[in-house]
Antibody, heavy 117, light 103 residues
Framework: QVQLQESGPGLVKPSETLSLTCAVS??????????WSWIRQPPGKALEWIGF???????NINPSLRGRLSMSLDTSENQFSLHLTSVTAADTAVYYCAGGNYYLHFWGQGTLVTVSS | EIVLTQSPATLSLSPGERATLSCRAS??????LAWLQQRPGQAPRLLMSDASNRATGIPARFSGSGSGTDFTLTISSLEPEDVAVYYCQHLNTFGQGTKLEIK
């Protein structure tokens, strides 16, 4: 059974960069045809897709975040990462990592990131 | 960009009743639709893929149907643990969710 675990700071200052990592166990981030996704959920709101990265390293990013978002795979550590620059209060949310073969079969428990000075 | 519209926004039913949740896509998604369940304070989990295939460990009281633009998630007999928000999803798009309450 594949398990995912997010890690990163819970508090980020406005205009700074939000960096999160998702550690994968029970499976390999480099084995196809899985894709590895980031989803976020502002407090009390619906899920919002951020982007995903294929095992090949190809990414697909939410157009609303293009220019601020990058994602990467670290096959040596079996993890994938998100970097979101120039954050504002609107980026405050629970951030989930997820993965699967086309569908989101596996989810992390989520991590709350608050953007505040 | 495909938009997914879920109805109703909130559903309040008694234990043992049948729940019917709807998801409508702004254009055809064939059968490439998933249903997710998010219990209070928990991460979402996959219930259904390809519109009607139950994910591993999902009870048989959950069923999905539909294709093209109209999809339904049915819970045949509600249990207290079914209290959750249910989302439909296609690729990079989520619906706004249906909140299921048990009376």
């Amino acid at each position: 059974q594949v398990q995912l675990q997010e890690s990163g700071p819970g508090l980020v200052k406005p205009s700074e960069t939000l960096s999160l990592t998702c550690a994968v166990s029970g499976g390999s981030v480099s084995s196809g045809p899985y894709s590895w996704s980031w989803i976020r959920q502002p407090p009390g709101k619906a899920l919002e897709w951020i982007g995903f990265i294929y095992s090949s390293g190809t990414t697909n990013i939410n157009p609303s975040l293009r220019g601020r978002l990058s994602m990467s795979l670290d096959t040596s550590e079996n993890q994938f990462s998100l970097h979101l620059t120039s954050v504002t209060a609107a980026d405050t949310a629970v951030y989930y990592c997820a993965g699967g073969n086309y569908y989101l079969h596996f989810w992390g428990q989520g991590t709350l990131v608050t953007v505040s000075s | 960009e495909i938009v997914l519209t879920q109805s109703p926004a909130t559903l309040s039913l008694s234990p043992g009743e049948r729940a019917t949740l709807s998801c409508r896509a702004s254009q055809s998604v064939s059968r490439y639709l998933a249903w997710l369940q998010q219990r209070p304070g928990q991460a979402p989990r996959l219930l259904m893929s390809d519109a009607s295939n139950r994910a591993t460990g999902i009870p048989a009281r959950f069923s999905g149907s539909g294709s093209g633009t109209d999809f339904t998630l049915t819970i045949s007999s509600l249990e207290p643990e079914d209290v959750a928000v249910y989302y439909c999803q296609h690729l990079n798009t989520f619906g706004q969710g249906t909140k299921l309450e048990i009376k």
